[in-house]
C-alpha cells in the first residue's frame, strides 16, 4: 500500500510539474502522453500484477508507438528535440515500471511461498496434535484406567475385609471407593473426547451419534442428526477432520448460543461431502465476534477443512441462529456401500 501511494504521489507531482511547465514546452503533447503512459504501465504493475514480461511488452509498445508518431510528426516539420526527450523519459519510466514489476513479482513468490510453507506446517500440526491426543486417550483409558480399577477392588476388598468394629475405617473405604468409580467415568469421558475410540472402530456416523447423545444428556440441547449416502468408512483424515469440525460447532453451541435445538447434517454427493451444525440460539454477534479477543475453535475449524482442500462458512441462519457449513472433496471410491439416510432425535 505504502509503494502504491508513493507512486501516486510521485505521478501527481509530475503530471502538476508538467503543468506548471506547459507554457514553456513546445509542443506540450508529448510529454503529457508520456506522464500518461507511464501511469497506465506503473497502474498495470501495482494494480493488476503485471508480471516483468508484460510490462515489458506493454512498455517497448509504447516507447515504439511514441517513436513512430514522433517520425511522422518531425517529417511535417515539426521540431523533433522535445520528442526526442520525452521519448527518453518514456523509455526510463518504461524501464522503472519493469524494475517494479520484477521487485513485486519476487515479494508475490516469497509470499506465496511462505504461504504454502504455512500451510503446510499447519496441516503437520494437526496431525501431530490427533496423534499426540489419541496417545494421551490410549494412556488415560488403559494405564490410569486399569490402575484406577485394582484400586477400586482392593478398596472393595478392605471394605469387606475389615473388621466390624473398625466402621469408621470401613465407611472410609467406601467413600474411597465411591470417589475411585467416579473418578474412572470422568476418566473415560475425557479419554472419550480426547479420541473417541469409536471413530477408529465403527467409523464417523457411529461416533457421532454417540457424541451427540452425550452432547444432549450434558447440555440439555435437543439434536436432530441425519446423514445422507455417507459410505461406510472415509479415508482417516476426513473423518478425524469432521468429527472434529462437529464437536467444536457443537461446543460452540453450547458455550455461546443458549440454543433448544441443534441441527447435525452430512450429505455426500459424488465427490463431495456437505456437512451443516445449525442451531437456533441467539446468532452470531453483528460483527461475527471481530470485536472481541475470539478463540481459536474457529480457525482450527478452517484450517481442517483447508488442509482437506474444501470451503467453510459460517452464518446466521434465516431463522436466527448460527449455521455453519462445510464442504471437503471426497474420493469416490475407496469406502464402503453409503448406508442409508439415518435420524435420531
Ligand atoms: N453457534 C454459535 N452461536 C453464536 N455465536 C457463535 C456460535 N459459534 C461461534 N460463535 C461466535 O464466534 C466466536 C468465535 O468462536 P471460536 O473461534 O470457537 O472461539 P471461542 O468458542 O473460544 O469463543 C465466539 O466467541 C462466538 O461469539
Ligand atoms: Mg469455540
Not at 477392588?153 to 475405617?169: A, F, H, N
Not at 447435525?264 to 459424488?270: D, E, F, I, N, S
Amino acid at each position: 500500500d505504502g509503494l502504491g501511494l508513493l507512486f501516486a504521489l510521485g505521478l501527481a507531482s509530475n503530471l502538476l510539474l508538467y503543468v506548471y511547465l506547459l507554457p514553456y514546452a513546445v509542443p506540450t503533447y508529448p510529454s503529457l502522453m508520456s506522464s500518461a503512459f507511464t501511469t497506465l504501465l506503473i497502474a498495470g504493475v501495482v494494480l493488476f500484477s503485471w508480471s516483468a514480461r508484460r510490462t515489458t511488452l506493454v512498455g517497448v509498445l509504447i516507447c515504439a508507438g511514441f517513436a513512430l508518431v514522433g517520425a511522422k510528426l518531425g517529417q511535417q516539420g515539426l521540431p523533433m528535440a522535445p520528442f526526442v526527450s520525452t521519448l527518453c523519459w518514456v523509455a526510463i519510466g518504461a524501464a522503472l515500471a519493469v524494475a517494479c514489476a520484477r521487485v513485486l513479482g519476487r515479494f508475490r513468490t516469497g509470499l506465496i511461498q511462505r504461504q504454502d510453507e504455512l500451510a503446510a506446517l499447519s496441516t503437520r500440526l494437526i496431525s501431530v496434535q490427533e496423534e499426540q491426543l489419541r496417545r494421551l486417550s490410549r494412556e488415560l483409558h488403559d494405564e490410569l484406567g486399569q490402575s484406577l480399577t485394582a484400586v477400586s477392588s482392593y478398596l472393595w476388598l478392605l471394605e469387606r475385609k475389615l473388621p466390624p468394629d473398625l466402621g469408621e475405617l470401613r465407611t472410609r473405604a467406601g467413600e474411597a471407593r465411591h470417589l475411585v468409580a467416579k473418578t474412572l467415568g470422568e476418566m473415560r469421558e475425557l479419554s472419550q473426547l480426547l479420541r473417541p475410540p469409536g471413530l477408529d472402530l465403527y467409523g464417523l456416523a457411529g461416533s457421532l451419534e454417540a457424541h451427540l447423545e452425550a452432547f444432549r444428556g450434558r447440555h440439555q440441547i435437543a439434536t436432530k442428526y441425519t446423514a445422507e449416502g455417507l459410505p461406510e468408512r472415509l479415508p482417516e483424515e476426513i473423518e478425524t477432520a469432521v468429527y472434529r469440525i462437529i464437536q467444536e460447532a457443537l461446543t460452540n453451541v453450547a458455550r455461546h448460543a443458549h440454543a433448544k435445538r441443534v441441527w447435525v447434517g452430512l450429505t455426500a454427493r459424488g465427490d463431495e461431502l456437505r456437512l451443516e451444525v445449525r442451531d437456533d440460539g441467539v446468532g452470531l454477534p453483528a460483527d461475527n465476534g471481530a470485536s472481541r479477543p475470539s478463540g481459536i475453535g474457529l480457525i482450527g475449524i478452517r484450517e481442517r477443512v483447508r488442509a482437506l482442500g474444501g470451503t467453510v462458512s459460517l452464518s446466521s441462519g434465516p431463522g436466527g441462529g448460527a449455521c455453519l457449513r462445510a464442504s471437503v472433496p471426497m474420493p469416490r471410491e475407496g469406502g464402503g456401500a453409503p448406508t442409508a439416510s439415518g435420524a435420531n432425535s
